[in-house]
């Protein structure tokens, strides 16, 4: 082939290349918005949880107070917090205004996965990644949460996008190699386990004849990404005992990790059928794809044989390579695992689900047509769709119970709580809070988040704010040192845990000290009594 072939060989593939791009850029973008609309609608349905009180409360501080809040707890967050503060200031604490960037961020993930996948194996399959990342519980949940993970799975995927750009290319130029190892370390600082990206395509290149060549690339990328991430793993370490908590909450166990991970909570509204239909998906792309492999079968599942190869090989490491290393860590070191920690590894899961789908639809065609010649395309495509479908109505009583007014946290009720008071409370009575709980499980949180149900109500516990403090949440006063304050008020609203049979400690010594219970109200998880003192 002479040298004026080879640059018009080299225009025409440059030109096909484009030309599938821009086929692949309108079909992602559409998917993307689909997603966007799927993962908002009711998303502004259940009550704040503790953990999207850690957000509002810290995000709505002066900057001054937020950075001394992350310089001693919460450092892993304080990009996001950052981000929200200018957020909510320009749209609101509402759950509406907190947890659009997440359903932002899902329309950008699942956009990811479709390019992802078309860079992998071709439009088709790309789209029907895209399409299973969409219907994923730990997707769909992700949109509803005002938490970083649907940011950091959406830079996940958009980053893992770039690695099989490089691979795909066989780059050789450095400086693509370094802007990818910035990118992981920039990462890492929305969320500290996204560094472990750079593990899981260390492990996809070393699996690879062609990838191992490029490992010195990959080797000085990581360098780079650890110089960067450096600041943020080292307060992330001084910060450690804050994740202790973890230790005793026993979150490493197979429920966990094979089933609400990806899958999400079938106990919550979902059914079994969701993780089934993914694990059997899962397991059977890899079976087939390896066994095809070993046996040299000319016929592909995807594109060709080097398709079905990278897809198994990029998705296994994406989906076990994070969650063997955060158990290891786990188990051996620190305290490290939490199912939402993992949710940048959905895409993987909806990566070799759709394979699996796929070469489902290939098995049974070829079964078809056996005993009757009917069009091979067609008829692939006809069950694909319907095994599409199935999964997706399957996973719609799951989706609807995570929109539900209670879906947070096993039930939370803080606004509902709030609204009761907000109802009821009269100018001039006071509040008290059970204190008995956890933090972020505490019922005052009810009145850092939804303060206007509050305005008629003093909350003399409230010691010292926690804007005032370089800590998450207020510094509370005992009981017994605000009796004086009470005194005065018409009412007092306690707003209690349930206690299993027992009378809550805080009613206790209000009745013990002259006031009587007038009313009793069980919002869901929490309960308010009305206390009024006895006439003399």
């Known amino acids: 082939m002479t040298t004026l072939q080879q640059r018009a060989l080299g225009r025409s593939d440059r030109v096909l290349g484009w030309a599938a791009r821009l086929r692949v850029g309108p079909v992602a973008a559409a ?3 689909v997603a966007l609309l799927v993962g908002w609608l009711g998303s502004w349905n259940p009550s704040y949880w503790g953990d999207e009180a850690a957000t509002v409360m810290s995000a709505q501080r002066p900057l001054v107070e937020l950075f001394a809040e992350v310089g001693k707890v919460d450092a892993v967050h304080a990009l996001y917090y950052l981000f929200m503060h200018f957020w909510i200031g320009a749209f609101g604490p509402s759950e509406l205004s907190t947890r659009f960037p997440s359903a932002l961020a899902v329309g950008a993930l699942v956009a990811g996965t479709v390019v992802l996948g078309a860079r992998l194996a071709g439009l088709r399959y790309g789209l029907i990644a895209g399409v299973v990342c969409l219907v994923l519980p730990r997707t769909t949940y992700l949109a509803t949460e005002a938490r970083s993970y649907a940011l950091g799975t959406a830079v996940a995927v958009w980053i893992t996008v770039w690695f099989v750009g490089l691979i795909r290319r066989r780059e ?22 996204l560094i472990l990206l750079l593990a899981m395509h260390g492990l996809v290149l070393a699996t690879s004849a062609a990838g191992r060549r490029q490992l010195g690339r990959w080797l000085r990328a990581g360098l780079v990404a650890g110089v960067v991430a450096i600041p943020i793993v080292v307060m992330g370490y001084l910060e450690r005992s804050q994740i202790a908590f973890l230790a005793v909450r026993k979150y490493a166990d197979a429920n966990n990790v094979l089933v609400e991970q990806w899958f999400g909570d079938p106990s919550g509204g979902g059914l079994w059928a969701v993780p089934i239909i993914g694990w059997a998906a899962i397991v059977l792309a890899t079976a087939v794809v390896l066994w095809r492999t070993a046996r040299a079968v000319p016929d592909a599942v995807l594109e060709n044989r080097s398709s079905d190869r990278d897809v ?3 998705g296994l490491a994406w989906l076990v390579l994070p969650t063997a290393v955060l158990l290891a860590v786990d188990a051996w070191i620190t305290p490290t695992y939490n199912v939402r920690y993992l949710s940048f590894s959905a895409p993987a899961a909806a990566l070799l689900i759709a394979l699996g789908f796929i070469a489902l639809g290939r098995l049974v065609v070829a079964q078809v047509r ?7 395309r067609l008829l692939t495509g006809i069950v694909i769709a319907a095994v599409l479908a199935v999964f997706t109505a399957v996973a719609v009583p799951g989706y609807l119970a995570q929109r539900g007014p209670y879906a947070k946290d096993g039930g939370s009720d803080l606004r509902q709580t709030a609204d009761w008071i907000g109802a009821n409370a009269q100018q001039g009575d006071a509040v008290v809070f059970d204190e008995t709980t956890k933090p972020s499980r505490r019922p005052e949180l009810a009145y850092r988040l939804y303060p206007q149900q509050f305005a008629a109500v003093t909350s003399p516990e409230v010691l010292t704010p926690y804007y005032d403090r370089a800590a998450i949440w207020d510094r509370m006063a005992p009981l017994e040192g605000i009796r004086s304050e009470l005194g005065s008020a018409p009412s007092v609203w306690a707003i209690e845990l349930p206690a299993h049979g027992t009378v809550p400690l805080d009613v206790q010594d209000l009745t013990a000290h002259g006031y009587r219970v007038v009313g009793i109200h069980l919002v869901h ?8 003192k006895e006439s003399l």
């Open 31 to 33: 998917v993307g918005a």
């Open 172 to 193: 050789q130029r450095l400086r693509p190699w370094l802007i990818y190892g910035v990118l992981i370390g920039l990462a890492s600082c929305l969320f500290l386990y």
């Open 312 to 314: 198994l090989r990029l």
């Open 370 to 376: 056996r005993v009757h010649q009917a069009p091979r």
């Open 525 to 532: 998880r929490l309960e308010v009594y009305q206390l009024q």
